[in-house]
């Protein structure tokens, strides 16, 4: 069984700096995906980025990278330079690879707040 | 941009009545799937399909019904609304992505109340 906790309810960060929003997972599978989802108060589940267990480089995109670090099984997210439309909840989920989203595991999730 | 669709985007519906809870997708994946978020929480997969004709239900237990007649529609519907059955319904599609990956694409959402 598959297994993602994300730690931190809510955070608040002024906007520009930089904030990690943490994920660790549990999992027994040898061949797996983590995901990061965005979630803002529209409600629609917006995909920002993806690291498979078997990448060697870290996956950016944008002003999103993603810290993984497969000893410690952690995933976390950070935003460089944020601003205030970053504000929404953020999602961490895994599933074993090559399988669809019927697999997809979700984090309860961190609320950011960017302040001005 | 994700091409998924769903209707209505809030609905507010006495106990008893039944209701359908509308998605469309115009990007031609064949599987589909229907989670339940509560506020603040994550999101519990309730149905799944993998084609036409093709449904399964997802690991949470839910009352509701889907049906995939079609493609690009996937419908799910509620013979007798309750206040338990309150929360939001996401409805994505997937393909695989460059890396083999799921590519999952959701809909905005219905936010269900039921009174």
């Known amino acids: 069984a598959q297994k993602i906790t994300q730690t931190q309810p809510g955070m608040f960060v002024q906007e520009k700096e930089a904030v990690t929003l943490d994920c660790t997972y549990d999992?027994?599978?040898?061949?797996?995906?983590l995901f990061w989802y965005k979630q803002p108060s529209s409600g629609e589940m917006i995909f920002l980025i993806y690291q498979g267990s078997y990448d060697e480089q870290n996956a950016t995109e944008g002003r999103y990278s993603l810290n993984f670090q497969k000893a410690r099984k952690s995933a976390n997210l950070v935003i460089s330079a944020s601003q205030l439309g970053d504000s929404a909840m953020y999602f961490c989920a895994m599933s074993p690879q090559y399988q669809g989203a019927q697999k997809l595991v979700f984090g309860q999730g961190t609320r950011l707040t960017i302040n001005p | 941009e994700a091409d998924i669709y769903q209707t209505p985007r809030y609905l507010v519906i006495g106990t008893g009545k039944k209701i359908t809870l509308e998605c469309s997708q115009t990007m031609g994946h064949d599987k589909m799937y229907w989670y339940q978020q509560d506020p603040g929480m994550e999101l519990h997969l309730i149905h799944y399909s993998y084609g036409v004709n093709s449904t399964e239900k997802g690991d949470l237990s839910s009352e509701s019904t889907v049906s995939r007649i079609r493609t690009e529609h996937f419908p799910l519907t509620l013979e007798s609304a309750r206040p338990s059955h309150t929360s939001q319904y996401l409805c994505a599609s997937s393909e695989y992505g460059p890396q083999g990956h799921t590519e999952a694409f959701f809909g905005q959402g219905t936010r269900l109340t039921v009174v």
């Open positions: 999992t027994s599978d040898q061949s797996y995906g």
